[in-house]
């Protein structure tokens, strides 16, 4: 029996976000033994490796060429590179420090809180039932901020960041994977004064003597890239908003996995602002189902 491409891009798009959702944050919780900001500093290198490596073996080189020398795509790059890198410096702080769950809160807020950027940017159309999500949303950040003593600013921060990347994404047109390259490229300077910092410092856990932990650090550039890549093939072949509605498998493996798994405390005002979260997220996906199957 022949699986249609729809089919196909719903399974590559699960797969994805089961990937990074689950593998993903077990993965960088346990390499965070050698300190977040060096977790950092591997991920930003390795993940350039292996995206050189691919664009040589899909022959995109022309590609990159092209983009490089359009200078409104290189600016609007740039500062996607740092935003990416400020996610992922977040994203993995969290991971490191206990705060998978204030993760998963930011992931959760960001597919909503994209929808309002591109209303006011973009000049997107909203609808009844995105204005409701939206407003959900503001009202669980405002509880937080006024009833909870611990406030994830890093689920906010990510989320900032991450829809603030996609929004500038949205205005070029860039191969994800050359969009990638090119942002590396860009952190790469920051990247090398950093690992120059870490090694000076003596704080290098980076060994050729210690293979298995190297090996565990170098796969921090496949970890990312994998997931990545099979959700955005899965977009390609499934559609935008079926992939967002499974796109939400991710903060609900991660909030899962900080709440059995590693123990996170959860308190009674946070389940408060997490049932708010949750009541906007329905909202938003049942107006997605209706707009792509009805």
Do not use: C
């Not at 795509?73 to 400020?86: E, N, R, W």
């Not at 798994?261 to 209706?290: C, M």
């Amino acid at each position: 029996m022949k699986i249609s491409n729809f089919t196909k891009g719903i399974i590559l798009s699960s797969t994805g976000s089961f990937y990074w959702g689950f593998f993903g944050t077990i993965y960088f919780q346990y390499i965070s033994i050698i300190g977040f900001f060096e977790v950092v500093v591997h991920r930003s290198i390795w993940t350039l490796v292996i995206l050189i490596i691919t664009t040589t073996f899909f022959n995109k080189w022309k590609i990159l060429k092209k983009t490089l020398v359009n200078k409104k795509k290189l600016l609007i790059l740039f500062v996607t590179s740092l935003l990416i890198l400020s996610n992922w410096t977040l994203w993995i702080y969290a991971v490191a420090n206990d705060k998978i769950i204030d993760a998963s809160y930011g992931y959760f807020i960001f597919p909503i809180l994209s929808v309002f950027l591109g209303y006011l940017f973009l000049k997107e159309k909203l609808n009844a039932r995105r204005i409701i999500s939206i407003i959900i949303v503001i009202i669980s950040s405002l509880y937080l901020l006024f009833y909870v003593s611990s406030i994830p600013w890093a689920g906010f921060g990510m989320a900032l960041f991450w829809s603030s990347y996609n929004l500038l994404r949205k205005k070029i047109s860039v191969d994800t994977d050359i969009g990638l390259l090119i942002e590396s490229l860009f952190i790469l300077p920051i990247i090398i004064i950093a690992l120059y910092f870490i090694i000076s410092t003596n704080n290098n856990d980076f060994s050729l003597q210690n293979i298995n932990l190297a090996f565990l650090i170098i796969l921090a550039g496949p970890m990312t890239l994998i997931p990545l890549f099979l959700y955005v093939k899965g977009v390609e072949l499934s559609g935008l908003g079926p992939s967002g509605m499974i796109f939400f498998i991710t903060p609900t493996s991660q909030f899962l996995l900080g709440f059995f798994y590693f123990n996170e405390p959860f308190s009674n005002q946070k389940f408060i602002s997490f049932i708010l979260i949750w009541i906007a997220v329905f909202i938003y996906l049942k107006d997605l189902y209706e707009k792509n199957y009805k």
